[in-house]
């Protein structure tokens, strides 16, 4: 998903090819899920022949300064993204081939003055958002979805003592920590692998834990990192080669370097705060008894992947998991007896009562289901539903 670095790229492209024009025409599809809090058609009354003033960026959130409120506030959520019409290239995933426009899953085009520019916001799986902000100067970093957001490691750097403190004021895997967008800003899955990957620890570690050593480890590697990041605009061919961000992207193939870096060290793969992160066991170490270590009881139950919302809602980096209990899912045993269910159904003029023996648990009454069948299948046999009695 789009990290700070990705949404850095994004920023830059907006005051290139937006920052300073007019906006004539908005093209908005209906989409309660993505507009927060506002609908498509105030979207376009309150933008059309606006210019805009400036783009910003807090974490993963960017914003458009207009000339005057509300101002546009944007989260890209997993797969959301900018689209140039004039810049092809502007996504960190280069595509070959004409580009289509208008791009597929849009969901605002933004038309401009004395250009032939245009500007799109995309988003597949509707994960993103899209606010408008009434604010008078356009300074939103103090206004609800952002004051929930803690520092951004760019633009704010925190010290050494304020990582020191807040690491210590908690009780969590350190992994689970960075992604926790109400601690620090703009870290997702891969930068905080990354982080954790150059401090040489362990993701499943707590971070009340972490000695000094560690913390100073960890600051250094967080600034380094979140700053190469956007410096680089999240483009992999400018990163270090030594970073294990070019090589954990092989969970689930098979053979002998499969998941190794190019010095021989093997990639691995375990799940810490809902994500899968990767490390490398030899170099990662542990500090002191660490998440799956430290004698919690552990819950039987089956884990369903549900939708993310949005990350940064509730300041929580982690996606969310629905866990389902199994004992919903219990299959009781049935008691003897053989119970006579008499089923009429009427589809058929020959056919008026069918009888159906099945066995059904004490208690259950015979059911009566009658069915009345018109058009195409008037006069075609139906036979009686049976219910699944094993999951009653």
């Known amino acids: ?64 300064v207009m000339s005057k409120p509300p101002h546009v506030l944007m989260h890209l959520g997993m797969t959301g993204w900018i689209h140039i019409k004039d810049d092809p290239l502007s996504h960190y995933r280069t595509k070959t081939g004409e580009p289509r426009w208008p791009p597929r ?81 703009g870290i997702g899955n891969w930068v905080a692998d990354e982080i954790l990957y150059q401090s040489r620890l362990h993701p499943e570690s707590y971070t009340h834990n972490l000695q000094e050593s560690d913390v100073a480890d960890m600051h250094k590697a967080l600034l380094f990192v979140t700053k190469t990041a956007v410096e680089t605009d999240a483009d992999s061919s400018k990163f270090p080669k030594d970073w294990l961000m070019l090589h954990r992207w092989g969970k689930g193939k098979k053979g002998e370097d499969a998941n190794k870096l190019p010095n021989g060290d093997q990639v691995e793969f375990l799940k810490v705060g809902g994500r899968t992160s990767a490390f490398v066991r030899k170099l990662q170490r542990k500090v002191g008894p660490v998440a799956s270590e430290d004698g ?18 509730s300041g929580g980096g982690a996606v969310k998991e629905e866990v389902e209990d199994e004992s919903e899912f219990e299959v009781k045993p049935m008691k003897k007896g053989r119970v006579k269910k008499t089923v009429e159904v009427r589809p058929n003029p020959r056919q008026t009562k069918t009888e159906v023996t099945e066995e059904l648990p004490d208690g259950h009454e015979p059911t009566e289901i009658k069915s009345e069948v018109e058009g195409p299948h008037e006069g075609h046999r139906l036979r009686p539903r049976r219910k699944n009695l094993a999951a009653q």
């Open 105 to 185: 899953y849009h969901k605002f085009i933004f038309k401009l003055q004395d250009s032939t520019n245009e500007i799109a916001f995309v988003d597949a799986r509707r994960l993103a958002r899209i606010r408008l902000i009434d604010h008078a100067n356009g300074d939103l970093r103090n206004v609800s979805p952002l004051k929930e957001n803690g520092p951004d490691p760019v633009q704010e750097p925190p010290t050494l003592e304020w990582l020191k403190t807040h690491l210590a004021a908690r009780k969590v895997p350190v992994k689970a920590w960075l992604l926790d967008q109400s601690a620090i800003a």
């Open 1 to 64: 998903m789009p990290e700070i670095g990705e949404v850095a790229r994004i920023v830059g492209r907006l005051r290139t090819h937006l920052v300073g024009r007019t906006i004539t025409s908005v093209q908005a599809q209906h989409d309660p899920i993505v507009f927060k809090d506002t609908t498509e058609q105030r979207f376009v009354s309150e933008l059309e022949g606006q210019t805009v003033q400036a783009a910003k960026q807090w974490g993963k959130y960017f914003w458009l």
């Open 296 to 313: 919690a009881p552990k819950r039987q139950a089956k884990r369903k992947r549900v939708k993310q919302e949005e990350e940064e809602e």
